[in-house]
Structures are given as structure tokens and as C-alpha cells.
């Protein structure tokens, strides 16, 4: 048991939290090792592709902004699915081009198109399925392509695998949908159900047995019911591959990622590994300020995953580089979905954002790739903030264009800055103890005719500034992030980041603001108020020692 854990388990013992801590610790040989987390952390952006037998489904009109007509049948879509043989280049090649590290792709789709994109024994539904043409190919296992073209690629490979199934004769557990579902079926067939879990847990052993090395598995739902069943699954999936990273939904504490948020940025960012995941069609925006949002929390739409016809409405490639940096500056990594049509092929709106996304990576990637959540507790009104070591990343949004300067809270002193995009020099000078000028440089050609004071931006969507700082940033920045913590209040769990100074942000009505609601008094002991029944917890096991010491409160 290393410091870190022995430091945690005295601190929640301190708070009358002993037993939580014993539940949490159980699951520390179930993960991956820490430099696998941070491998997967460091990529940032990745694809998901939703691609099966229900693409075919929008085969229908888009009036008064709802789909109309019936669904085809689900055995004459089977009939008719035949995906074009160069599909999987398709997708790998633009995942490249977009600046994607790793691609997740749909094994198995969740609801009534549980339909097994691979070779499997568990069952004749599925991609070889005979009544499928796809299945007369001359490689019909669309994961097999799909894993060997993207190892090939040099990206991460993940499968996406639901934990429900309508097309199992005992699948008719889940709840989540009421058609073909069977309320309590598990308590009223538990033999039934124990051959589902068999039946789940011998497809899983397939996938990762038939196809090589696979870095994630990207699970949705979970067992409802009796969650505690998937354990003897997870831990099988742990033997066959040791190095394999498991998304939280329905893993109990074996997640490796602690958490994925749909179509949705979360205001701070949770401590741990944590991934937003959205498709490109539905326009977002963000959350009123009235509501508590501001420039902290974004809706990405509807977030449509699968194809939805020709007439679909798409977000721009501002607002997607834009949702890039946002969750890069709160620690978080960003899936985006792509839809192909029914043949495989991906649409052109689609292929046109990615490629423009990849453009602003080629030349800003280094500030998304391996960098770590801005140190700063809360972004600045004007765009946000990543970080490597003492180097900040300043992502503008809004930029200055007729002031040309833009104000940084900051206690250190900066070495250098410069913009990324072309290297050119930024100005800078200290307006006060705490707030450091940013003045953009002057750029030849590109003023607009009578508008002097406009210095034009290197990127339409948002422009990088690099910050060379010097001294400690956690100890210099203004509330500076040392870690995450949660409190439960009113049955529900809250994380936030806290600081160096016992601050955190914490939501009053509609109002967002810095409250103390802990005080620290030695590395042990910590004196919380009662309401928030709190419970520390870290990322990267977020060194509590280190961040106790370093600013205790008096008595």
C-alpha cells in the first residue's frame, strides 16, 4: 500500500469514513496501471463510430423537425445491410486526418439492434448471419477490419459493447425500455438470467480472444438489477488482457475511466480520467447564465449518434475545436461520434468538419495533446487553459480584436510568450500583484481596412498563446486546483475541484461562487462542515499528502 493510499485511508477515518474507504481500496488490483491511464489520457480526442444494421433506420422524412414514417422491418434491414468494402479505411483514414488518437467502434449496438459485428459462435444473429449479404464478403467480420486497420493506423482501438440484448430469448431483462421487456425478470428467473450473464460473458471472451490487443472497452448500461453479477465478467475480461481500460457505465469500481458525460462539458471537471462524448449533429450552445451556466457548462444538441438522414442539421468546427479545449482544460478527453449511412459510407457534412478539425490540430495540437487541466480554479471569461509543467496554453475564443490586450490572473512571472500558430511574439506586462497583460502582436497584412485597432486572429476558431511561467504554478496561481472531492447532500453526489486553500466552487441556488467548506488542520485531520457530508477523493491519486502541507489552516 503506497503513501498516497495510507495518507487517504487516515483522512477518511478522520472524517468517520472508515468503511466507504475499505470499499473503494478492494478495487485497486482490479485496474490498469497508472501508465496505461495515462496513456489514454494524454490522446485527448478520439472518434466513436455508430454503425450497424440500424443506420438504415433513417430511411425516412424529416418534417416539422420530427422523423415520420414507420421503421422498416428489422429482418428485411438485415436483408438489405451490406456496408461498402472499404468502409473501415473510410472511417480509420478520417479519424487520422482529424487529429483522432484512438477510435471506439459499435461491436454491438444497445436497444433492439443487438446485432454482432463479428464472427460469433454465441449465436446466428449477427454480420454472418447467412440472411445478411454483408456475410458473402470476402471478409464479412467488420471488428476484425476494423482493429487490424486501426492498429495499422498507429490509434488506439476500442469496442463499444451494450450490456443489454433484446435478441437473447433471456434478454428480456432490462427496463430501460418497456417493449419486449419483462418487469423483475431476474428475481422471477434467475436461471434465465444466470444464462444471459453466460451468454455475455462468452461474447466478451470472443472479442477479446479472436482479435489481438484491445486498449478500451466502452460499455453502456449496466446490470440493474444485480449489478455485483458483472464482477466474474469484468475479472475474466482482466486475465485475457491485463492492459485493457474499462469506461464506468455498469463497472462498478473496476472503471478505469471514472466517468463519461453525453453530449454534455460538465462546469469543473471530475478528479480522475473522465470523457465527454457527443455526435456531430444538433446544434449546442451554453447554458444560460441564469441558470447557473455562463461559459462553464455546454449542451452539445441532441447529440445524434447513429445516421439520421441527409437533411440532419450539424454543428459548426468553431464550436467543436471550441468543446476540444474546454474539456482538454478541465482534464477530460473528447470521443466524437461519426453516423455512416446505411452502405458504410460517412456523410460529407461529417467528413468536412473532421477534416476542418484536423487542420486546427496540425497546427494547435500541442496544446490539447498530453497536456493536464488548467491549474486555475475557475476559466477565464475569454477562452480556456491547458498545461505541461510550467508552459500554459492559453486557448482564446473571444479575441481581443479592437482592445488587442487581454488580462491573466497570475502570480508568476512569465519568461516568454508567443503565439503557436506562427511563433510571433506576445507582449506582455504586470497590471497588478495578482493580473498579468497579454498584448497581441501587430500582424502585416491583415488589418481590416479602416479599422486600425483590429489585429486580426490566427485561427477563426480559437487561437493558441503559449505562456513560459516561471515558479511553483499550484502554489502561485490564485486558487490553485490540488485535486477533487465530494460531498452528497439532499441523496445526490456532487464532485468538485478544491484548492490549495481549502476553497471550492460550489453551486448556491443559481449562483456559482467560491465557498471554504473544509478547513485543513494537519495532514491527517480535516474539519468539514456538517452538511456536506464530504468525501475526499483524488485524481492520480492526487498526492492529499502533498496537497495538505502545503496549506494548512488554523485553528
Known amino acids: 500500500m503506497n503513501t498516497s493510499t495510507r495518507t487517504m485511508i487516515a483522512l477518511l477515518c478522520s472524517m468517520g469514513l472508515l468503511q466507504m474507504a475499505s470499499v473503494q481500496l478492494l478495487a485497486v488490483e482490479d485496474h490498469v496501471g497508472a501508465e496505461r491511464m495515462q496513456w489514454w489520457g494524454e490522446q485527448k480526442f478520439g472518434m466513436f463510430i455508430h454503425y450497424g444494421p440500424w443506420s438504415h433506420n433513417a430511411d425516412r422524412d424529416l418534417k416539422d423537425g420530427k422523423w415520420v414514417g414507420s421503421n422498416r422491418p428489422r429482418a428485411e434491414v ?26 471506439v467502434f459499435t461491436a454491438k449496438h444497445t436497444g433492439g439492434y443487438t446485432f454482432p459485428m463479428w464472427r460469433t459462435k454465441t449465436t446466428d444473429y449477427g454480420i454472418t448471419f447467412p440472411d445478411c449479404p454483408s456475410s458473402r464478403q470476402p471478409n464479412p467480420d467488420i471488428v476484425a477490419q476494423f482493429v487490424k486497420t486501426t492498429r495499422q493506423a498507429g490509434l488506439g482501438v476500442g469496442l463499444y459493447y451494450p450490456w443489454d440484448d433484446k435478441q437473447h430469448p433471456d434478454g428480456q431483462w432490462f427496463d430501460g425500455h418497456k417493449d419486449g421487456y419483462i418487469s423483475g425478470f431476474v428475481k422471477k428467473y434467475p436461471e434465465r438470467w444466470a ?13 477479446l480472444t479472436q482479435y489481438g490487443p484491445i486498449d478500451l472497452f466502452w460499455f453502456d448500461g449496466g446490470y440493474q438489477d444485480r449489478p455485483g453479477d458483472v464482477l466474474p465478467v469484468l475479472r475474466m475480461m482482466r486475465e485475457l488482457q491485463p492492459q485493457l481500460i474499462l469506461n464506468s457505465r455498469g463497472t462498478l469500481h473496476m472503471a478505469d475511466i471514472r466517468e463519461t458525460f453525453e453530449s454534455s462539458i460538465p462546469r469543473t471537471g471530475p478528479g480522475g480520467y473522465w470523457e465527454t462524448c457527443m455526435g456531430l449533429p444538433g446544434k449546442g450552445g451554453w447554458i444560460p447564465k441564469s441558470h447557473g451556466g455562463g461559459k462553464e457548462y455546454m449542451t452539445i444538441g441532441h447529440g445524434w449518434y447513429d445516421y439520421q438522414g441527409p437533411n440532419m442539421e450539424y454543428k459548426d468546427a468553431k464550436e467543436l ?17 461519426i453516423g455512416p449511412r446505411p452502405d458504410g459510407t460517412v456523410p460529407e457534412p461529417e467528413v468536412a468538419l473532421l477534416k476542418e478539425m484536423g487542420r486546427w490540430m496540425k497546427v494547435n495540437g500541442e496544446a490539447i495533446y498530453g497536456t493536464s487541466r488548467s491549474p486555475f480554479g475557475t476559466a477565464p471569461d475569454w477562452g480556456r487553459i491547458t498545461r505541461k509543467g510550467n508552459t500554459l496554453y492559453i486557448h482564446v475564443f473571444d479575441w481581443p480584436e479592437r482592445t488587442g490586450a487581454m488580462a ?37 497584412g491583415l488589418w481590416e481596412p479602416g479599422m486600425l485597432s483590429v489585429r486580426k486572429a490566427p485561427s477563426e476558431h480559437v487561437s493558441v498563446i503559449v505562456l513560459e ?8 496561481v490564485r486558487h490553485a486546483i490540488l485535486g477533487t472531492w465530494t460531498y452528497h447532500h439532499a441523496d445526490r453526489a456532487y464532485t468538485r475541484e478544491f484548492t490549495r486553500d481549502g476553497f471550492c466552487i460550489l453551486k448556491d441556488g443559481d449562483r456559482l461562487g467560491w465557498k471554504k467548506p473544509f478547513r485543513v488542520l494537519d495532514a491527517q485531520t480535516v474539519l468539514v462542515e456538517e452538511q456536506y457530508r464530504q468525501v475526499l477523493t483524488g485524481h492520480d491519486t492526487l498526492n492529499i499528502e502533498n496537497a495538505f502541507t502545503a496549506k494548512r489552516s488554523e485553528k
Not at 468543446?323 to 477530460?332: F, P, Q, T, V, Y
Not at 506562427?422 to 500582424?443: D, Q, W, Y
Not at 511561467?469 to 502561485?476: E, K
Request: aromatic letters at 6%; one cysteine or more; hydrophobic letters at 45%.
Open 469 to 476: 511561467v516561471d515558479g511553483d504554478l499550484t502554489q502561485t
Open 321 to 337: 475545436v471550441q468543446a476540444l479545449c474546454n474539456i482538454a482544460s478541465k482534464g477530460g478527453n473528447f470521443l466524437l461520434n
Open 408 to 444: 491573466l490572473d497570475l502570480l508568476n512571472d512569465i519568461k516568454s510568450a508567443r503565439l503557436l500558430a506562427t511563433g510571433e511574439k506576445v507582449a506582455f506586462k504586470r497590471k497588478s500583484t495578482n493580473t498579468v497583460e497579454l498584448i497581441m502582436p501587430h500582424r502585416a
Open 195 to 207: 444464462n444471459f450473464v453466460r451468454f455475455e460473458q462468452e461474447q466478451l471472451r470472443e472479442l
Open 78 to 103: 438485415i436483408r438489405s445491410f451490406n456496408p461498402v468494402p472499404d468502409a473501415v479505411d473510410q472511417w480509420v483514414g478520417l479519424a487520422k486526418e482529424a487529429g483522432m488518437r484512438y477510435v
